[in-house]
């Protein structure tokens, strides 16, 4: 499955003129149907993205979700969310693709999981809307596109502030249509179930004799990749349900696995830092050092 970390890399898979900024584009479909790829199998980028669907045929889907069948649409996804589309060439409305650098903008602090919860549900729920719901998004999309065109000093920060607006908006209109209770059941199902994903996934990626794959099995971005979440939300939702951090999870399975084969082999630190993808054995040293308190040779001379 293709992975576009960048705008750019992104717009030129679906072939499109390259965005303005690497943090943010705006755009309309109609300007797309020129070019773009009509049908877009299975990928993953690492943007938020906001669009408003006002006509068109086909579908998009993100995560579990498409929008077929509905027509006037608020659809929106997270990064590394699965996105996939089959659309004809007749598709209007706006959207917008931001990284979260964008939306911290000055501010690292800000927390857009925290602030906009709605964007990262596992399952992003489309939102079908009347006309008159339709026109209270069409005015802010423009402000957006005419700030993005003129591409000068103020624009940015004019683009990151009606960012901000239409967020609230799209969080004001999920609030109404999907009911508080079926988000919180669905939100907790939901993170019950990702976590349970993410431990089973530590534990495998540690098997014996388990095929190498690119990544670092004990970093967080490699479990968030691999279950198509942005890190952030990964250990948000980890530290919600288990009230520690995604990488304590993964720390503590570590230190037990390799406290277990000093104790009970005689295999040397170096070929236990391997089994642990380390390749430095002084790195897995000061690791388990500083999550033990003891060297390797220091905790295999006690037991």
Known sequence: MNHYS?????????NISPPNWPDFDARTFEANMKTVNHKMPPFKHEFYAIALKLDGSGYTKTGNYSTENLKATVFFNSPYQIIQWDIAPDW???????????????QPKRNISTDFPFLLVDNTIPLEI???????????????????????????????????????????????KVPARQQTHTHRDND????????????????????????????????AEKLHLHP???????????????????YKYMVALAKSRLKNTEKSVKEIAFELYYNYPNHFANFFKKQTGM?????????
Do not use: W
């Open 295 to 303: 060297t390797p040779n220091q905790f295999r001379n006690s037991q």
């Open 192 to 223: 019950l179930t990702l976590v349970s994903r993410f431990k089973t996934l530590v534990e495998t990626s540690f098997y014996p004799d388990q095929p190498f794959e690119n990544g670092e099995p004990h970093k967080v971005q490699y479990y």
């Open 92 to 106: 209007n409305g706006f959207y917008i693709i931001f990284s979260e650098d964008f939306y911290q903008f000055g």
């Open 232 to 250: 952030n939300h990964l250990n948000a939702v980890v530290k919600r349900i288990a009230a520690q951090s995604a990488s304590e999870i993964i």
């Open 6 to 14: 960048t705008l750019k890399e992104y717009c030129e898979a679906i």
């Open 130 to 176: 009347s006309e008159q719901e339709a026109s209270l998004f069409i005015g802010t999309f423009m402000d957006i596109l005419r700030e993005y065109g003129k591409n000068d000093t103020p624009s940015k920060t004019i683009c990151h502030l009606n960012t901000s607006i239409l967020l609230h908006k799209v969080a004001r209109l999920f609030k109404e």
